[in-house]
């Protein structure tokens, strides 16, 4: 499911004007006749001058006074005098102010930074985890609005029986009821909702779905595996070197884990933002962190119990023709480096920096070598359950997952050896986001055709989007 042109929520509140700009609409100033300092200004001396010679010059007679005492006229108090307003200060800002138009009561309420209609929201329903993101384009790229992540385990225990579990199902119903909320706060109308593994290998997976139709009022679709490995190309594509051959991303899932061989040489795909017709190759491995913790357990994982992991996943790559012997010539080259979009890699990096709390902006784009990989590796394996319980970077809720998503990344890394990896906070939700806006035009520039150069013999104009009128 793509975009839904239905707006959840009514419209917003009225903006409401402060009192300083309903006192330039009146034309008052808050200096009473003063400039800076508290000093009487010439301008303001003058006029009141004036108003002593005028009240002394038409002071009422005394017939005038004898009708007022008669109630034919209203009696000319201190409270009822109307005088006239002091003259503003004679300086530029006040020259400046006097020529500006009056402003309308809207103009005091900060102004949005878009529209509602102008926002887009993505959900990924891992086995691991429930994932939102809500943003709106900003310049080429776009903004976050609000954001949602939450570990649910929906495919605990589906290595085992091959179906979702009620205690499952009852943890990720209720993490979609606040994606929902969020998206009709929000008021978000282009978005894509989408669920991996565990629904795709699940007996009772489209039986969860339609579930979650009645009770939430989402409709989620189940996304094959390689459109799942071309969406986290697209999420990651901007963290590939500019000047690199290539790159070899992998996406360590809780079910499942993707590795896309990405070919950046040829000039014509590296203008293409996403990157995706780069996809030189493709694999999906049917493991992830969730399923090689409850085969060989997470908890208690000793070196050996690490090298058994390790070798499974070696196992399924062999078994695998993912990049033949034309991906290891050009690692060989050295015109390579990995690119890593997983929970295991920023844990990673998050201890490589010793943080003590996660920072997702010193994360995201960090590069890291071999040898620092391998340093952080033996640390978590020297780590007992309890110590990476207490660890910042990883909690309570990965601390049983965190070794088998290393074993993964491990047998990658002895498979194809590349001296760099740069670790990408980032992935399908970005790739989502990045897909939807793109097929919208918000990146479009005006008069100019597909290639990026200047359309001949047309004028200049806003491009329309989403049948909004220019």
């Not at 009141?48 to 009696?75: C, I, L, T, V």
């Not at 009620?166 to 969020?182: H, P, S, T, Y």
């Not at 990651?236 to 061989?261: R, Y």
Request: net charge positive.
């Amino acid at each position: 499911m793509v975009d839904s042109a239905e707006d959840p929520r009514t419209a917003g509140r009225p903006a409401v004007s402060s009192l300083r700009d309903g006192q330039k609409q009146a034309g008052h100033s808050d200096d009473r006749g003063r400039s800076g300092g508290g000093k009487p200004s010439k301008a303001g001396a003058k006029s009141g001058k004036k108003y002593r010679r005028r009240f002394k010059k038409n002071k009422p007679s005394p017939e005038h006074e004898d009708k007022n005492a008669a109630g034919q006229n209203k009696p000319a108090t201190a409270k009822t005098e109307q005088r006239p307003a002091p003259a503003r200060p004679s300086s530029a800002k006040a020259d400046k102010d006097r020529k500006r138009p009056p402003r309308s009561p809207r103009s005091s309420h900060r102004r949005p930074d878009s529209r509602p209609a102008d926002r887009y929201a993505a959900l990924d329903l891992g086995t691991n985890n429930c994932r939102l993101l809500v943003a709106e384009p900003k310049g080429m790229s776009f903004r976050v609005v609000d954001a949602f992540s939450r570990i649910i385990r929906l495919g605990e225990g589906i290595s085992r029986t091959g179906a979702l579990n009620g205690a499952a199902m009852e943890r990720a119903i209720e993490a979609l009821k606040v994606c929902q909320d969020k998206l009709q706060d929000r008021k978000v109308r282009h978005f894509r909702l989408i669920a991996t593994e565990a629904c795709r290998r699940a007996a009772n997976g489209e039986e969860f779905l339609e579930r979650v139709r009645s009770e939430v009022g989402m409709t989620l679709e189940i996304v094959d595996r390689q459109t799942e490995a071309r969406l986290a190309v697209a999420g990651c594509a901007s963290l590939v070197h500019p000047k690199a051959e290539g790159a070899l991303l992998f996406d360590i899932g809780g079910g499942s884990s993707e590795i896309v061989w990405l070919d950046s040489r040829r000039e014509r795909e590296r203008r293409s933002r996403t990157l995706s017709r780069s996809i030189r190759d493709w694999a999906s491995l049917p493991v992830g962190v969730v399923t090689l913790s409850e085969w060989h357990g997470g908890e208690h994982v000793t070196r050996e119990s690490f090298e058994a992991m390790v070798a499974e996943v070696i196992t399924m790559l062999d078994a695998n023709s993912f990049g033949g012997e034309a991906l290891g010539r050009a690692i060989d080259r050295g015109g390579m480096h990995m690119l890593g979009t997983s929970g295991t890699v920023t844990t990673l990096a998050g201890i490589h920096l010793n943080l003590d709390r996660y920072d997702r902006r010193r994360v995201d784009g960090l590069w890291m070598r071999e040898t620092d990989v391998d340093r952080m590796t033996q640390t978590l394996l020297d780590m007992s359950f309890e110590e990476r319980v207490n660890n910042p970077c990883i909690g309570r809720d990965r601390a049983d997952l965190v070794l088998a998503g290393c074993a993964i990344l491990e047998a990658i890394r002895r498979k194809w050896r590349c001296e760099r990896l740069r670790v990408a906070d980032r992935g399908l939700r970005e790739g989502i986001l990045t897909e939807l806006m793109d097929r919208n035009g918000v990146w479009r520039r005006p008069g100019r055709s597909q290639n990026g150069r200047q359309a001949k013999g047309r004028p200049r104009k806003r491009t329309k989007t989403n049948g909004e009128a220019t």
